[in-house]
């Protein structure tokens, strides 16, 4: 698994790519009241705001990691939205994309260089 | 999370409490206040509702009244020169809402004001603390003496366990009737009490010794019925009872009426009354009154579960160009499980059951006009 600096996680999953955010993210954001998912058949560019997500605080953008195509989104979240506070690194993942290149996830944040950056 | 130590904010005398108590810190009009606890906004404000909260709200300013002439309706006759509300009415031991109104019939900030026997006793916003005593200080110093007071802290207690807590702690208070006034003893503390809030819940709302203010929070907080709560779930809960916050849904551009505050403003100080007018802004407020504003505040259920928040525009249809209203408070109501904003719409658009548009993230989202308070409150008559 991989990190961002826009503590997004990504998970290779055979040709695919799963994408969340960290703990550590959801607990900053507080209470997930919202999550505003993309089409699951757009190709993507690396820095688009692809999730929408709103706490009891504010709303803020989850970028698309990497270049490539989103095939599938969790549409659990839009029904049970406090999933990303209950389990942000498993159940609450927010889309799997197709990379238009893996190596793209070689330069993210190993779990230890995140946690170094979290403090 | 920024680093608030050197921000030269002004801390509370709970501030050590409520680092023990694991609160996230944020900066508010001045001051470094507790936004949330380990419960959470969601838990804090579903608890508030089920049990009771208690929130630290010594920011906000406290300021007497005390007449020159030791007669405390000249005080009440001087401050109604500011305030469209009927004071020489308010009994000993009662509390009122009210408004400072600007010339131009704006609010310049709300308050309460507690008759306190010899006294009137003020309770105004943190950030406008100060431009209120000089406001107070430039126009009834003639007549009386703005005290700010110091040395006191202001909390809340609130929900329907607020009552049996605060009464095993403050005997008597359990008599009290929504915005009474009294004073209280909890050991040698005496207490500054109203039965009053800003949650839609009955409650009370506490002005304590600062040196006693660990020591009554604790005793509270020692009870299972209560835990504390941070300013996001104050938010949320006074947005669910349909409260308004100075600064968002009310300012210095927006009337009582449009405010949908006219029952604020009691019959002796309305056209035809005893003491019609006199406050700033009177020719604005009393037309609206009789002929309505053009513009009025107004409730609304978004669609959906995309929260509308404060500046989101509001249309009259899905593809109209020309917004008609804009949101001033929005977020989601954990009590009514739904996203609910306040803003302001044309008056013919302001009828519950109406259909208005909110841009958001440049897609026009349905809301429907609904009545305040989204939830009922629940205040001990």
Redesign the interface.
Known sequence: MKFTEEHEWLKPEGDLVVVGITEHAAE?L??I??V?LPEPDGSVSKGDEVV?I?S????SDILAPIDGEIVEVNTAL?DN?GLV?EDAMGKAWFFKMKPANMADVDGYMTEAEYKDMIG | ?ADLTDAGLKRTPLHGLHQRLGAKMVRFAGWEMP??YAL????EHLHTRSAAGLFDVSHMGQVILRPRSGRVEDAAAALERLVPVDLLGLKEGRQRYAMFTSEAGGILDDLMVAHRGDHLFLVVNASRAEADIAHMKAHLSDVCEVLPVSGRALLALQGPAAEAVLDGVAHGCKTMHFMDVGVFHAGDAELWVSRSGYTGEDGFEISVPSEKAVGLAGVLLARPEVEPIGL?ARD?LRLEAGLCLHGSDIDEGTTPIEADLAWAIQKARREGGAREGGFPGAPRILRELADGPARRRIGFLPEG???M?GGTPLFAAEDTAEPVGEVTSG??G?SVDC?VSMGYVATGLAQPGTQLWGEV?GKRLPATVAELPFRPSRYKR
């Open positions: 900053q507080g209470d009241v919202f505003e929408v709103e009891v605080k504010a709303a839009a939205p506070n | 999370m936004v949330q959470g906004v969601m838990k996001g949320s579960r995309a929260p928040r977020g989601f954990p996203p993230r």
